[in-house]
Nanobody, 117 residues
Framework: QVQLVESGGGVVQAGGSLRLSCAAS????????MGWYRQAPGKQRELVAS???????NCADSVKGRFTISRDNAKNTVYLQMNNLKPEDTAVYYC???????????WGQGTQVTVSS
């Protein structure tokens, strides 16, 4: 069984910063890709950023230059540093992990990020 524990969401004013963390754990668990998705009310869940074990990153155009994804392979933890937050960044942010081999997707419970104008 795989557990994803997210932290770091909250309420911030526009222009502020937040840092999300997601730690993955489980019995023999090798991770291929770690990432963050978000879902705003009435909208589909969308990819924010992802990072492979080797450090290759992918980022949505809407957050480029403001958000940075990183990971600590030794701790199976992924981080999302969010700077210059905008009201349109308001959403529930979900951690996503894809395992090596079977490429199974695992999801965190979600953490709310609210940016006030």
């Amino acid at each position: 069984q795989v557990q994803l524990v997210e932290s770091g969401g909250g309420v911030v004013q526009a222009g502020g910063s937040l840092r999300l963390s997601c730690a993955a754990s489980g019995s023999y668990f090798s991770i291929f890709v770690m990432g963050w998705y978000r879902q705003a009310p009435g909208k589909q869940r969308e990819l924010v950023a992802s990072i492979t074990r080797g450090g290759n990153t992918n980022c949505a155009d809407s957050v480029k230059g403001r958000f940075t994804i990183s990971r600590d392979n030794a701790k199976n933890t992924v981080y999302l540093q969010m700077n210059n937050l905008k009201p349109e960044d308001t959403a529930v942010y979900y951690c996503n992990v894809v395992s090596s081999g079977s490429f199974t997707n695992y999801w965190g419970q979600g953490t709310q990020v609210t940016v006030s104008s």
